[in-house]
Structure formats: C-alpha cells, structure tokens
C-alpha cells in the first residue's frame, strides 16, 4: 500500500484506484472505480487535468506536476500552487457565487483539485477562433473582476485579515516570478525562453530599442511586485474561462497573488483585444465585420460592467481602512468624487498591463492560439506587428487614453505602417 502523503503524479491508468475512496467522488460518479472512464485532457502549461466520467456523472482530477508541463523537468515548479489555486477558488466563490467551479475535494500532499465538470463548456479562447458568440460575456467577466478586486482589497476586508490575506498569497512567489520574468520583462530584450516569427524582426527590433517603452514596463512591473492591493485571479486570459454560449466560468487560478487591481483587468482585455486583431485569419470576409464588431461590444461591455459593479460596491459596502465614510459621506462630501479617481488609476494601470500581455504573448515564452494557429507566417507577422505597436501605444499613450471609446479606436486603427 502506498503511502498517500507522498506525492505520486497520477494516470488515467491509475487514478481510478488511487482515488476510488474519495467519497465526494463516489457520489458524483457511482461507486464503481473500476467502471469509470479516464481521459487526461489538459492542455495548459503547467498541470494534468483529468476527465474522469462515471456511471453517474463526471468530475475533474486537475493535478500540479513538480515542473512546467510545457518545458520539462529542466523547469521545476512547487507543488503549492494548487494550493493556492485551491484558496482562489474558495474566496472566488464567495466574492463572485457561480463564477468558478465548484470544488468537490483538495489533496495537499497529491497537489491535487477534484472539481466539478463544467459539462458543454469550451475554452472561451477556442470559441473566439471558431466565431462563436456568448451571451452576457463582456457584462459578466467585468462583474467578476470587479467583485473579486474590491472585495479582496483594503476597501472591503478588514485590515488584519487583509494583510493575512496578503502574507498566506506572497507565498505563491514561485508563480509570481513567471509573471515578472516571461510577462514584464523577457518581451524586452532577447531572453533564452523567447521566441518570435521572423516576419516581424524589424517591429521587434525597434520596440527592444524603445528605453521610454522599457522603463514604462519597468514601472508597470514595479505596481506588479509592490502594490499588494487585491487578491488578483493573475493569469485571466481567454484560456482561463469556459463558456457555454450563455454559461461563463472563470478557471485556473493558479497564479492568485496580492497585486494592483489594474492587473486582471488589463489582462482579460488584452486577450480580447489580440483575439480582435486576430480575426482577418480566422473569419471569412462576409463574417468579418460582424463578429470583430461583437468583440468590440464584449471590451465595452467589460470595461462598463467593471465600473459600474465597482462603483455599485464602493457605495454600498466601502468597509475596509481605505476611503472611510468619515472622510467623505460624514463630511456630506460625495463619495463619488474619490472613486472617480480610484477608477482612472485602475484604468491606466489596466491599459499599461494590457499592453505588456499583447506583447509577451508574441514575443516570449506561451504564445495564444489567436496567432499561432495561422499557418501564414507572412500573413501572422502583418497581424503580429498590428498587436505588438498598438500594445506599445496602450503603454506610453496610457496617461492619455481617456475612456472606452478611446482605447477601442487605438484598437481598431493602429495599423503596422504606423510605425
Ligand atoms: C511557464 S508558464 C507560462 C505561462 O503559462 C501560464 O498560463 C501563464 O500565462 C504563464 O505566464
Ligand atoms: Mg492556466
């Protein structure tokens, strides 16, 4: 008999024996492990995600291994992190109810989540490639993001649990140095891990060159590492929601950290935003104006859902250290006017941080679907050049970029003659 506190990475072979106790599994599945199915179906970076179905239902075994699936064991990575992720989807499920799957089961010893089976759910990423709309998308991720920032922030936790909170999450560490170095840093110069097509040599060249560029990623950086403001979801890409066609839910938060609130927003639009430049590759020209125009209202729908959630929570439940009602509502002073501008922080951080991610996700380690799938390398540099100059003009013009409707019209008019 194994000894079960030792870590053992598992197999569709072994698990049905490995786990056939689990009681929560049991009552998901049917009692018989010998008669469940077994698929590993992850195809992330980091972890083995199984699809384990039964005669009376189906459930996901997501498993860390001691590396970074996408390098190998040359690349070792703690086995904590699903214990963090594990964390984050507690407090998630709090802050936003229905916003990420359920957990059923945590193993810290196997670094192991049993969680239920989003069934009909695809990567949001997949859809967007195959023109697939969802209902509600832009109004049900800003809410997400909204409630998660506020309510793991000094403006709603109270302060010791807030800097417990803070201390339990600067324990993913690990995880956070991946974002420091392959996001904010790689993109910039020539780094081992990087990679890029050749087709835009010239784009590249000039953007290592640009020290204004490279001080303002450096400066981003510096809110990364040190604004411990909220818990953050700290990978929310396209790959890291599910949906439906009218279900959305938000997974893998595997690199949660305490980092500004600017952060999950400018990554979820960034991915938006590259799926938007993307499109001419993957749309027939009668479709293109119409799907590209619907990612459009998704980011408008996003950034609006953010503010008004945000503000909605501000007014109605601003309980932590920060912007106390003594200053402003006892004082008959409108509370509006401090939110406004805590708003137009988050949003320059966001558009900085949006920027960061369309250039990393080009340039260094982990590139997205959105352009590696194009088989035209030609054609993939012209949309590749689109994305890293308008991702360079979210980061130096971010002081400038007033609302919305401005940074959609950097979206759709910056073009690679530009530069
Ligand atoms: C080595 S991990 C590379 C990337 O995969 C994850 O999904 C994160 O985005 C990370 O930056
Ligand atoms: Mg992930």
Partial sequence: MKNPSIYEPLTPERLPSRLGNLEVLNNCLGDSSDRWKVEEIGDGNLNLVFLVKGPKGAAIVKQALPYVRLVG??????????????????????????????????????????????????????????????????????????????RGSDLSLPIIERKNETKLFLGNHALCNITESLVFTDPYYDAELNSHNSAVDGVVKKLRQNIKLKTEAQLLLTKFVANSETLLHGDLHTGSVMCTEDSIRVIDPEFATYGPMGFDLGMMLANLVMAYISQPAHRKPEDLSSYQGWILTVMKDLVAAFQEEFSKLWHSERQGVLFPKSLFEDQEQAASIPLQAKQRAIWEDALGFCGIEMHRRTL???????????????????????????????ILERPYIADCNAFLSIIQSTKEEDQ
């Fill in 73 to 150: 064991d040359s690349w070792p990575l703690p086995l904590n992190r699903a214990f963090f992720e594990y964390q984050a989807l507690i407090r998630q499920a709090n802050r936003d109810p229905g916003s990420v799957p359920e957990v059923l089961h945590f193993d810290k010893d196997q670094a192991l989540i049993v969680m239920e089976f989003l069934d009909q759910h695809v990567i949001l990423r997949n859809m967007l490639i195959a023109g697939t709309y969802v209902k509600n998308l832009g109004t049900r991720l800003g809410a997400f993001i909204a409630r998660t920032a506020f």
């Fill in 364 to 394: 260094s380690l982990a590139h997205n679907a959105d352009f590696e799938s194009i088989e035209d390398s030609i054609f993939r540099g012209k949309l590749e050049a689109q994305n890293l100059l308008t991702g360079s003009r979210l």
